[in-house]
């Protein structure tokens, strides 16, 4: 079955990018499903970040206005996110997932494991 | 954007009792096509969440019969009918009807 994998840096600098990538095992990053980035801060709810179709079609949070760039490698089956000028705020768990399209519409049915990236110095 | 908002934040439940969290939308959820974009998820500690309810009230796969749910428009409810041990964790619900996607700020489901 699909399963998701997350990773990159544990740590990133303030003022720096934070780069993630999501590798999709199992399935095909081309089938007819979005694929989508959650994050999680410490001892906190969940946000979304925001999606993309392997048509290379995204939505993101406008809470993060223009720092999240959210991209599909067909090439290698996965996605990636890069989250720019981070600060503490965006030390978080983040988790890719995959979102239904056709039915279960908007239901993020399959979840990585999570990746925790901290900001700090 | 719309804003998820669940009650209680936390409750402690005796296995083999009910248990109900409510989850209310700042806008309805009811979609043009007749269906309503109202999901639960479940995160147990230290795993990723995953989901139990999709459309108020269809339980995904391998989701067991004593979580339901219920609600229209605003207003919904998820219920366990006889919690166990391992229903332990965190839920939260989500709107699906527009973007940006929003999650409920959490219930905290303590077992006894």
């Known amino acids: 079955q699909v399963q998701l994998q997350e990773s990159g840096p544990g740590l990133v600098k303030p003022s720096g990018t934070l780069s993630l990538t999501c590798a999709v095992s199992g399935g095909s990053i081309s089938s007819s499903h979005w694929w989508t980035w959650v994050r999680q801060p410490p001892g906190k709810g969940l946000e979304w970040i925001g999606e993309?179709?392997?048509?290379?079609?995204?939505n993101s949070n406008p809470s993060l206005k223009s720092r999240v760039i959210i991209s599909v490698d067909k090439s290698k089956n996965q996605l990636s996110l890069k989250l720019t000028s981070v600060t503490a705020a965006d030390t978080a768990v983040y988790y890719c997932a995959r979102v239904r399209l056709i039915d279960l519409f908007r239901a993020f049915d399959i979840w990585g494991q999570g990746t925790m990236v901290a900001v700090s110095s | 954007d719309i804003v998820m908002t669940q009650t209680p934040l936390s409750l402690s439940v005796t296995p083999g009792q009910p248990a109900s969290i409510s989850c209310r939308s700042s806008?309805?959820?009811?979609?043009?096509?007749?269906?309503?974009?109202l999901y639960w998820y479940l995160q147990k500690p230290g795993q990723s969440p995953q989901l139990l309810i999709y459309e108020v009230s269809s339980r995904f796969s391998g989701v067991p019969d004593r979580f339901s749910g219920s609600g229209s428009g605003t207003d919904f409810t998820l219920k366990i009918s006889r919690v166990e041990a391992e229903d332990a964790g965190v839920y939260y619900c989500k709107q699906g009807i527009d973007l940006p996607l929003t999650f409920g700020g959490g219930t905290k489901v303590e077992i006894k």
């Open positions: 993309i179709f392997h048509t290379g079609s995204t």
């Open positions: 806008q309805s959820l009811l979609h043009s096509d007749g269906k309503t974009y």
